[in-house]
Structures are given as C-alpha cells and as structure tokens.
C-alpha cells in the first residue's frame, strides 16, 4: 500500500525527472527551474505502474537509460496489482447502479427484465446492469391528441371525422382527448399493452362513434355536445379500465360537429326553414296569450254583469212582490182608507213629476207669473232620472221592470156616486207607483 501510495503521490517532486519513486529526486542537469516536459510526466507513470508489478529500472523507456533492462514482475506485486484493478472494476460497476428520478417522473425498475418496483423522485439507487435496469416515466405530463383534424379545423382527416347518428344521419365529428398516467400506473402502461398511446385513440374513435350512434342528429349538433363529452369520457375510462392501462382520462372537449361539407347547403336551407317555423310558432303563441286573457276578462265581465243583473231583477221581483202583499195585508183591513191613500200618494208622486200646472180659475186673476224655465229644467233632470233607472247597468233591453195593473175593489156608495173621473182614476193605479 505504501509503494500504491508513493506511485499516485502528486506531491512527489520527482515526477517528471526520471524518477520512478523509490529513489530520491535527482537534482536536473542544466535549467532544471522549469516544469517538467510532459512526455516525462508520462513515461514516469508508466515506469511506477511498473514497478507495482515488480518491474525493476524501467530505464530502458528513457533516452538516457540502457536498454533491456526490464524484468518481469514479482508475483507478489501482480497480485496486489489484478486485485486493486478488480476493486476499481467493481466499485465502477456498482457505482453506475446510481440515478436520478426528476419531479414529476417514476422510475421503473425490472430485474432480468421482470418488474421489480417503482423509485419516486430523488437520488435512487439500483442493482447494476445486467441484473437490473430501470426506465423513466412521467406521469405528471398531460398528454393530448386530437381526432378527425390535425393542427386546426381545416385540415380535416375524413375517415376519423365522419361517424352515423341513430336517425341514419352523417356528422362531421372534431374533438380533443387530454390524459394523464396515474401515479400507480406507470408498470401497466410499460408491460400491460404494446403501444398504449396507439391505444388511447382507439379507444377514443370506438367509444365516440357508440355514443354518436346511439343519439339523434340534432341531438348532437346543438343541445347534447356536453352530455355527449362526458359519456364519451366515461366509456373511454371503462375500456382502458378492464385493458389495465394505467391511464386516467382527464377531459373530451368537442371542438366542431356539423354536416358533411357536401350537405352543408342543404342543410343549412333545412334549419333556416326550421327557425322560421319555430318564429311564426312563437309570434302565433304571443298573440294568442294576448288576445284569450283579454277575451277571458271581457266574458269575465259581461257574465259578472248578468249575474248582477239577474240578482237585481230577481231582488226587485221578490220586493215588490213583498210589498203588494203587505198593500193587500193592510188593504184587507180597511180597504177605503187605503184606496183613499194610494190615490193620493199617487196623484202626488204624478203631479210632482208632470210638466203641467192646474189653476183654479175661480181664485186666478188677470196677473200671473209661470216660472216655465223651471219647470222645463225640472222635467229633464225628472226624464234623466227616470232613464238611469230604467238602464242602471248598460245592458240592452235593461228597463225598470213593471208591475201589471191591480183592480181596486168598489163600495156600492162609490159606483153610485156622480164623481165618475175620481172613481175611475181610484180603480186603475199608476204602474210608476205600485213599482215602489
């Protein structure tokens, strides 16, 4: 070890000046001030790795040396010198077992190519080649690839795009996939299928052209492109599931869906028609909810209005028939007392609404003063009252309803009297008063 240590002593003065170690330096010869010359530094390298294999002088690589003085070396010194080569081999050997897992990476690691376990991030060590080798996966990378275009909606790739809805309809279908590998996963998607990638878009076209398949056309252009993502998704997760992928599906975003660009005129024709029906349909639904509440509350009315007519009639039958029972009630008792008072309280009721004046011409004079206009505005605010109660609520052919004449029975004093006009008038009443 001493004679190892003397060899790679880079503090040896003598290095490069002929010496090979076990001798003192010798001084140089000349301008020995400056560095040694690099062939030197070589040759006594050469000449001290010699000496460890007991090769004794070494002189004979040297100019000045005589040549064929190497001898061959101990076997003592070779033994030391296969052992501490067979150290550094192997101290290599495990050392290259040694790596390094980045963020966001797991590292693989087969033995005889069979899986062995999973290093996370960090300084990771491993048996070294051949026993064991690893291989680095990131599973944090959000992978993505697109289906039925590449790069933009233009660049269209035809037998990816066009799929068939349930009503035998073609659709134009562009859409994005996004997945990620799960942090367990990372085995399955080495070993468990042959290019899982390739897989994932697979699955992708399979799974979408089932759920396209499986709803209507305008279902899936318009309304439905939400639900349709996510049942993609879904049945996406389940097939890569039961493949053991190790893959989690993160979203299915539909970028573009349409007709094929050879019906695309038609089409476009179909669905101005459609919204142009579904416009009249709307503006016809307006005016109809317009026009039924107000013709509901108009009929509303009008039968509110007969009803509150048919309770006034009724309510002004029903008293006036009360109250000729309660005339002929008291009329029973004393009929000339009564007659007496009917008449008068009719030829009252008359007179106070007649235009007319009656004069006694035996107490008149030659001076008399008629208040005619008075008279004349007293019998047209009598005429306008006498039709707002006969009219009271608007209705055609509302009058005041009328009560039929009723015949006054006669004392034999009265038929035989000479008053003829006060009996006759006696007998008939007036239909305004038997009314009230």
């Known amino acids: 070890m001493l004679r190892i240590k003397k060899i790679f002593n880079l503090n040896d003065p003598g290095w490069g000046r002929g010496n090979n170690g076990s001798e003192p330096p010798k001084r140089p010869q000349g301008n020995g001030d400056g560095p040694p010359d690099l062939d ?27 040549r064929g003085s190497i001898t061959p070396p101990s076997p003592r010194g070779a033994r030391i010198g296969l052992g501490l080569i067979a150290l550094v081999l192997v101290a290599l050997w495990l050392a290259s077992g040694f790596f390094i897992v980045q963020e966001g990476q797991v590292a693989v690691i087969t033995q005889f190519g069979k899986y062995k376990s999973t290093a996370q991030a960090g300084f990771q060590w491993r048996m070294p080649y051949p026993i064991q080798s690893h291989e680095l996966v990131n599973v944090s990378q959000l992978r993505t690839f697109e289906v039925g275009f590449r790069g933009g ?94 893959i989690q599906i993160s979203t299915v975003a539909i970028q573009n869906v349409q007709p094929p660009e050879q019906v695309q005129a038609a089409f476009d024709d179909a669905v101005k028609a459609g919204q142009d029906r579904e416009r009249q349909i ?40 009360a109250r000729f029972l309660s005339i002929l009630q008291e009329y029973d008792k004393a009929p000339e007392v009564m007659r007496d008072r009917l008449y008068l309280e009719t030829m009252q009721e008359v ?58 029975r006669s004392t ?8 003829n006009s006060s009996a006759s008038t006696s007998n008939a009443l007036p239909r305004d008063r038997m009314s009230r």
């Not at 034999?412 to 008053?419: C, D, E, L, M, V």
Request: without cysteine.
């Open 351 to 408: 007179f106070s609404r007649s235009s007319k004046v009656l004069l006694d011409a035996g107490n008149s004079n030659n001076m008399m003063y008629l208040p005619l206009d008075k008279i004349m505005q007293q019998a047209a605010q009598d005429g306008g009252r006498a039709a707002q109660s006969g009219n009271s609520l608007g209705l055609p052919g509302a009058a005041q309803p009328t009560v039929p004449n009723v015949p006054v």
């Open 40 to 66: 030197e530094v070589w040759r006594d390298f050469n000449n001290r790795l010699g000496s460890l294999f007991g090769r004794k002088g070494g002189g004979g690589n040297r100019p000045n040396g005589p």
């Open 282 to 321: 709307n503006e016809g639904q307006a005016y109809a909810n317009q026009v039924v509440p107000l013709a509901s509350g108009q009929a509303s009315r009008m039968t509110e209005q007969a009803e509150g007519y048919k309770a006034k009639v009724i309510g002004d039958a029903q008293g006036n028939s």
């Open 153 to 246: 909606s233009r660049n269209k790739v035809a037998p990816e795009a066009l799929m068939l809805t349930t009503d035998e309809n073609i659709v134009d279908m562009q859409f994005v996939v996004q997945y990620r590998l799960r942090a367990d996963g990372a085995p399955d998607y080495l070993f468990k299928m042959r290019d899982p990638d390739d897989a994932v878009r697979q699955a992708a076209e399979t799974a979408m052209r089932e759920i396209v398949g499986r709803k209507p056309m305008d279902f899936v252009l318009y309304e439905g492109r939400t639900e349709v993502a996510g049942e993609v998704q879904a049945l996406m997760q389940q097939i890569l599931d039961r493949y053991s992928a190790g």
């Open 412 to 419: 034999p004093a009265q038929s035989s009297s000479g008053s």
